[in-house]
């Protein structure tokens, strides 16, 4: 037994007789959903503590998104009783994570990997470019598509009806909802503003929801400055809203289906999303970014947890999977670029009618399991 399971173990059979706090680790890596109430996370630090409004109902799960990263029954992730402290830790104290390891380790992986273990509800992802802006995470504004509903709805047979409509590329007060103008209805303007995933993350939920942003090092230079103020406010502005002086306007979110209401235009979180930000050390951060967030180093799976991922995509053990994964490590070992992903591939390839994994299907093996650093 580790002493991470020791303390983990002691901290439990304390609490059970007394009245002492349950332990500030939540998250232990199982991989599984919790069964029954999901744990509760620990409250944040006082001068992480914020107070949006109004409240939003609990997101749903994605058991489809779950099952395409974790597989049905939940890998046992390659983490160790460091990492797996390093993100109780980002959890207590409301503070990103910044996963950097080599491409395909799982570092995308661990987002979901929190929110099924916790039950925090679908993830929100965020796949920056070079081309990514922060306004992109935060909302969409449809102008052109609001200006052209205007248009034609000023354009109708209640043309006469809607005299004193703002012009149709303002936003001040236009209309303060849908509202009936000779039996049909004026653009509303919160049909035309969707949140993003950063937006939808910073809504006041009753507890964190989970944000990934996937490979932000391949953002713009100045998109990490541009997220400082966020991640650390807790809040934005929807300009839109607020030069529209409506008390309150529901707009859509990044969730499916999904709306939520913004009070004076301003968004402002209740409980800090777990926010995991991967990286694949393509280049170096600010200090002021790298300060306000938890670092954390993903390491290559080992054997056993190899077959476990295997196990769990494909719903059961395949013949040669060992050989399989024992290929893969070598070229690991050997400073091959490897995905756990490709081993997948492979595995799933074996578990075909007649494939013949040591007769004509080497080459196809060879071919998904190929050094991804020689770029063929």
Request: charged share 25%; proline share 9%.
């Amino acid at each position: 037994m580790t002493e991470y399971e020791q303390e983990r173990e002691a901290t439990a059979v304390d609490g059970a007789g007394t009245d002492t706090p349950a332990s500030w680790r939540v998250f232990h890596a199982t991989g599984a959903a919790p069964d029954g109430d999901p744990p509760a996370v620990p409250p944040a630090p006082p001068w992480r503590s914020f107070a949006g409004e109004p409240l939003q109902p609990a997101p749903a799960d994605d058991d489809r998104a779950d099952h395409r990263r974790l597989g049905a029954h939940g890998p046992r992730p390659s983490l160790g009783d460091e990492e797996i402290d390093t993100v109780n830790a980002a959890l207590l104290l409301r503070r990103p994570l910044l996963v950097t390891g080599p491409p395909g380790v799982g570092k995308s992986t661990l987002a979901y990997l929190v929110a099924r273990e916790l039950g925090l509800g679908r993830v929100l992802q965020w796949s920056v470019v070079s081309r990514t802006a922060l306004r992109d995470g935060l909302y969409e504004y449809d102008s052109i598509g609001r200006a052209q509903a205007i248009a034609a709805w000023r354009a109708g047979v209640h043309d006469g009806v809607a005299e004193g409509v703002a012009d149709a590329g303002g936003t001040a007060g236009l209309v303060p909802g849908p509202r009936p103008v000779g039996g049909e209805q004026a653009p509303y303007l919160g049909d035309f503003i969707t949140l993003g995933p950063v937006g939808t993350a910073l809504l006041a939920y009753e507890r964190p929801r989970v944000l990934l942003i996937d490979e932000l090092d391949k953002s713009d230079i100045d998109l990490p400055n541009d997220l400082l103020h966020v991640l650390e406010n807790g809040s934005y502005d929807v300009p839109e809203l607020v030069r529209s002086a409506l008390p309150a306007v529901s707009v859509f979110t990044d969730d499916p289906g999904g709306r939520a209401e913004i009070v004076g235009g301003r968004v402002e979180c209740r409980e800090f999303p777990l926010v995991v930000i991967t990286s694949n050390g393509e280049r170096e951060f600010p200090a002021a970014f790298r300060r306000r967030c938890l670092p954390l180093e993903m390491r290559p799976p080992s054997r056993e947890q190899l077959v476990s991922i295997v196990v769990s995509h494909l719903r059961s053990r395949p013949e040669g999977v060992d050989t399989l994964v024992e290929e893969f490590e070598r070229r690991v070992a050997k400073g091959g670029t490897q995905s756990v992903d490709q081993l997948l591939n492979a595995g799933h390839l074996t578990t075909a009618g007649g494939f013949q994994a040591d007769t004509h299907g080497r080459k196809l093996i060879e071919l998904l399991l190929r050094d991804l650093a020689k770029g063929r």
